[in-house]
């Protein structure tokens, strides 16, 4: 049996300025879609190949039962490059993040 929750680690700059390379955040795997809050999601396929998981802000849900993600960052990739993605795309909602791991 599997855990409802998890850690996702952010790469890339998508999100910036509310998370950045580097943070760990809390996901809380299986539930319903929360708009405007930050969720796991797979993104659909580009025209290099596949896409990595990755956190996006839910902005909106269309007609057609489709999502619209949202970077935080206006020069990440969103929904403006490969339209709104189907439900079963979105993975998880980011509960929060962890604090930053101190260096000594």
Do not use: C
């Amino acid at each position: 049996m599997s855990l409802p929750f998890g850690i996702a680690v952010v790469r890339g700059t998508s999100m910036e300025p509310t998370y950045v390379e580097g943070d760990r955040l809390v996901v809380h795997y299986g539930q319903r879609v929360h708009p405007g809050r930050p969720h796991v999601v797979r993104l659909p396929e580009g025209p290099d190949g596949p896409r990595p998981v990755a956190v996006k802000r839910i902005t909106r849900r269309e007609p057609d039962g489709r999502w619209w993600l949202s970077a935080d960052n206006p020069a990440g990739t969103d929904s403006r490059q490969f339209g709104a993605v189907p439900a079963g795309s979105v993975i998880g909602v980011v509960l929060g993040r962890l604090p930053r791991r101190r260096r000594i």
